[in-house]
């Protein structure tokens, strides 16, 4: 149980981390939809999402509905594993 939340919680964070800076052209030069794009990306921390500023002025999201999946189902499995803990736990002291 301590293994599978570890690395629900580290690939929680991975994904987290990687769709908030998704939108950043200095961490992904070229590879970043914003690239090359006169407005400054934008970076969200939760829920994790980057966007780019179109000419029309909107902000719309790089990330899809798939990558956001991901980090809802790894942030909710390893919620999961510590509420599951927790039960564990005090099942064994009864």
């Not at 407005?39 to 500023?53: A, E, I, K, N």
Request: positive net charge; proline residues 7%.
């Amino acid at each position: 149980m301590l293994i599978v939340f570890l690395l629900a919680g580290w690939l929680t964070v991975f994904v987290g981390w990687t769709l908030s800076q998704r939108a950043q052209p200095g961490l992904f030069p070229e590879t970043s939809p914003c690239y090359g794009m006169r407005g400054t990306p934008v970076s969200q921390y939760f829920p994790p999402d980057s966007f780019c500023r179109h000419a029309d002025g909107e902000l719309r999201t790089v990330n899809g509905p798939n990558a956001k999946l991901v980090f809802w189902t790894t942030a909710n499995t390893t919620l999961a594993m510590a509420i599951a803990a927790a039960f564990a736990r005090r099942r064994q002291r009864t």
